[in-house]
């Protein structure tokens, strides 16, 4: 397996811990946010994910490029939900400080990919 193969499937391996991370912890959320913070925070970690997947099917660098733009978002969105929900007591430092670290790793290696792309 080449070395960016390699890069790639770690990177698919962590935002698949990722999302199986959130949907753990958000099932211990309040009920009354399980249509609030719970599903969006749920949606934002797997579109992390999903739109990586999906724009790896693409043959454009720039809708490529487009997709790791969304999943980098979400990543994004997914982080203050973390804080937001750390914040209200939804979570203890250990879970957030988890999330966080393995947020931080995949946030890296998305940006890296990305501009790996723009300057190919």
Known sequence: MQENELFHKKLKIKMDAYAHLIYKITKEFPKDELYGI?????????????????GYTRKKKAVLLNFLEISYGSLKESKYLLHFSFKEGYMDRNQYNKTMILAEEI????WKTMHNLINR
């Open 107 to 110: 946030g890296a290696m998305l």
């Open 38 to 54: 719970v599903s969006q925070l749920r949606r934002s970690a797997l579109s992390i994910i999903l739109n990586y997947i999906e």
